[in-house]
């Protein structure tokens, strides 16, 4: 049972226009969850976080929303460039655990 | 942050045969991660190792197939052992200091 869903598997975008990728979880348990984007033959790297007692987190473009109610989290890339086409995750960890329960993931294609 | 070199970054192995991949941390960091990630799936996390102490293993990994060492701070090998074509996955170290931090990934391909 996948407890991070991230159900669309691909995303295209214009560049300049925003860029809005989604992630569910099922787990209440989750308080604490981060963006992470991947570049083919590269690790994921870090993007940004937020704790489950913020619900907007923002730095430079990028922005996570989290809904507890809903067990949704969103972020938004505004405004969207090419550089930005990369594979992005969507992960969330509990309590004092340190490890990552990740979602499938989300091709970001910004189309120049 | 911190950085993770991983190596080898791909390799193809017969099956049967055991592979040993690397992960050096330029810093201390008390967990480390391995995750798989098979094709067209999310990341799956193998074990945590901590130096010190055997890893502990998820639901449906074990030693026997995936030893860890964790022999100080700063250096973890994972042994992807008796390969079949069903261990074809990429592998990932990552460390953990505030936000985890992950190695650039082996791309491992089983003939």
């Known amino acids: 049972d996948q407890q991070v869903k991230q159900n669309s598997p691909s995303l295209s975008v214009q560049e300049g226009r925003i860029s809005i990728l989604n992630c569910d979880y099922t787990?209440?348990?989750?308080?604490?969850f981060l963006w992470y984007k991947k570049y083919p033959a590269e690790g994921p790297t870090f993007l940004i976080s937020?704790?489950?007692?913020?619900d907007k987190n923002e730095d430079g473009r990028f922005t996570v929303f989290l809904n507890k109610s809903a067990k949704h989290l969103s972020l938004h890339i505004v405004p969207s460039q090419p550089g930005d086409s990369a594979v992005y995750f969507c992960?969330?960890?509990?309590?004092?655990?340190?490890?990552?329960?990740f979602g499938s993931g989300t091709q970001l294609t910004v189309l120049p | 942050s911190a950085v993770i070199s991983q190596k080898p970054s791909r390799d193809i192995c017969q099956r049967g045969t055991s592979l040993t991949i690397q992960c050096q941390v330029d810093?201390?960091?008390?967990?480390m991660f391995w995750y798989r990630q098979q094709p067209g799936q999310s990341l799956t996390l193998i074990a945590t190792?901590?130096?010190?102490?055997?890893?502990?293993?998820e639901s449906g990994f074990v030693i026997d197939k995936f030893p860890i060492s964790r022999p100080n701070l700063t250096f973890s090998t994972l042994t992807v052992s008796n390969m079949s074509p069903e261990d074809s996955s990429i592998y990932l170290c990552?460390?953990?200091?505030?936000?985890?931090?992950f190695g650039q990934g082996t791309r491992l391909t089983v003939v």
């Open positions: 992960a969330a960890r509990s309590g004092s655990a340190r490890q990552l329960t």
């Open positions: 810093s201390q960091v008390t967990m």
């Open positions: 787990n209440s348990m989750f308080d604490y």
């Open positions: 990552s460390g953990e200091t505030g936000e985890a931090f």
């Open positions: 190792a901590n130096q010190g102490s055997e890893a502990t293993y």
């Open positions: 937020i704790s489950s007692i913020k």
